[in-house]
């Protein structure tokens, strides 16, 4: 079964060039477009990884994120934050709300399939490509 990704984005550009980018690879994508159809997606859906914008309508994308986390069933799914933002200190304040890391926007289509699939791989134990442990 492929792994299921919840793209949260509300720019309809945005969200187009991250389902592009992505649709070709063995993913099931599963979108929301708001904070709360977010929060009900993810519940619904259970993806085994979160895109998320961090500046969305109704819920803000770290609102959202800190919902998810008290939830046992998203404690150890990757939230990537997705943030136009990308100023000193935003790093640290996505990574505060419980993302795990984050991407900035304009998304790089080269690098975004690479982070995923580092990120997958890691959370089912295998090492990601280049990981020669340590040496």
């Known amino acids: 079964m492929p792994p299921k990704i919840l793209i949260v984005e509300d720019n309809p550009l945005h969200m187009k060039l991250m389902e592009m980018t ?36 109704k819920l803000s994308g770290c609102e959202v994120t800190k919902r ?10 990757p939230i990537i934050a997705l943030t ?28 975004l399939p690479a982070v995923i699939r580092e990120i997958l791989l890691r959370r089912k134990g295998e090492p990601a490509d280049g990981d020669h442990g340590g040496q």
């Open 22 to 57: 992505l649709r070709d690879r063995d993913y099931t994508l599963v979108k929301a477009g708001d904070g709360e159809e977010a929060l009900a997606l993810a519940v619904r859906e259970r993806p085994d990884l979160i895109l998320m914008d961090i500046r969305l309508p």
């Open 68 to 77: 998810l986390r008290k939830n046992p069933t998203f404690s150890d799914t």
């Open 84 to 111: 136009a933002h990308a100023m000193a200190g935003d790093r640290e304040s996505v990574i505060k709300c419980g993302c795990d890391t984050y991407i900035s926007k304009p998304v790089d289509t080269r690098q």
